[in-house]
């Protein structure tokens, strides 16, 4: 599921973030991410929740960890999304994406008061876990998670893949359809493999030129 909001890419916005791969400070480091907190022997732990209420839950969650004093027990909750490049009326532009539908990731300190209070947050329908206990992350299982919501990365991924079939909504070549056979990022163009005349015809786009056919 995306996200609604839909942050569109100015030349200079898309400029800044092309930048961001060789700029230290707009990364998160993830080892970092994880060894906050000093000493605590916590983990992370993921909780199942209806389908669409994934940020439902985290606002619960942390309203009532704040509220029931548990903020010794339980930390951080994060909903897993990805960013991607998209286009919408022609238009460049970041959306979020969930990673996993339906999970939510707590970090905390494992015992009864605090599964108590995950587990009684409303929207959560359980942990996932063998039977009724709960099971813990590894280390690089988080890691992975956070990498692909961009911890150690700086430029979000985009929605184009070889093999897409397309339409391509300006230009030259307007309203043709056609299919991906090679996707450029560091140049943000495409070649698309359009039928001009009884035959194919490899043209190269530029991403807000193409817009993907569902």
């Known amino acids: 599921m995306r996200s609604e909001n839909c942050l569109v890419l100015t030349p200079k916005s898309v400029l800044k973030d092309d930048m961001r791969e060789d700029a230290a400070e707009e990364r998160i480091d993830i080892d ?36 029931m004093g548990m903020e010794d027990k339980i930390f951080r909750v994060l909903v897993p999304t990805e960013e991607e490049i998209a286009f919408k009326d022609g238009k460049k532009c970041i959306v979020k994406k969930k990673v996993f539908p339906g999970y939510v990731l707590v970090e905390m300190v494992m015992s009864d008061d605090s599964w108590y209070v995950v587990r009684n947050t409303p929207g959560v329908t359980g942990f996932v876990g063998s039977g009724s206990k709960p099971i813990a992350l590894e280390r690089e299982e988080v890691k992975a998670i956070l990498k692909q919501m961009g911890f150690d990365e700086g430029r979000p991924r985009v929605a184009l893949n070889v093999g897409d079939a397309i339409r391509v909504i300006s230009g030259p070549f307007a309203n043709f359809d056609g299919e991906i056979e090679e996707v450029n990022i560091e140049r943000g163009k495409v070649r698309v493999v359009i039928s001009m005349f009884g035959r194919d015809t490899p043209i190269e786009l530029d991403f807000e030129q193409v817009e993907k056919l569902s």
């Open 32 to 67: 970092a991410f994880l060894d906050a907190g000093g000493d605590i022997d916590k983990q992370w732990y993921v909780i199942h929740t209806y389908s669409g209420y994934e940020n439902k839950v985290k606002a619960n969650l942390e309203r009532r960890v704040e509220s």
